[in-house]
């Protein structure tokens, strides 16, 4: 089992950067499927990002891409979440989550394909 934490989030202006980092303080990291969701007020929570730390794999949701960057420390047991060229329509709380997977498993999308999730940071970007 995973216990997953997140920190990193604040107020920042639009065009600013953020790093969400998503700890965990259970068993490593090496066989999971780390994502990140967000879930602003009044909307259903959306897929963001997802590494599969094993082999570094990441998918993002077109809204981040090529904005955002998901990377994994296994050293440090944590998954970050590089977040440039900041907009309001970014602000949100954001959650990770992680799901085992086999070794033939598809890298999970859904938030319902989560089994373990963080408490959530908030971001709020201003114009």
């Known amino acids: 089992q995973v216990q997953l934490v997140e920190s990193g989030g604040g107020l920042v202006q639009a065009g600013d950067s953020l790093r969400l980092s998503c700890g965990n303080s259970g068993r490593t990291f090496d066989r999971y499927a780390v994502g990140w969701f967000r879930q602003a007020p009044g909307k259903e929570r959306e897929f963001v990002s997802v590494?599969?730390?094993?082999?570094?794999?990441?998918v993002y949701a077109d809204s981040v891409k090529g904005r955002f960057t998901i990377s994994g420390d296994n050293a440090k047991n944590t998954v970050y979440l590089q977040m440039n060229s900041l907009k309001p329509e970014d602000t949100a709380v954001y959650f990770c989550?992680?799901?085992?997977?086999?070794?033939?498993?598809?890298?999970?999308?859904?938030?319902?394909?989560?089994?373990?999730w963080g408490q959530g940071t908030q971001v709020t970007v201003s114009s």
């Open positions: 590494i599969r730390l094993s082999a570094g794999s990441t």
């Open positions: 989550a992680a799901r085992l997977l086999g070794l033939f498993d598809a890298i999970p999308l859904h938030r319902y394909d989560y089994n373990d």
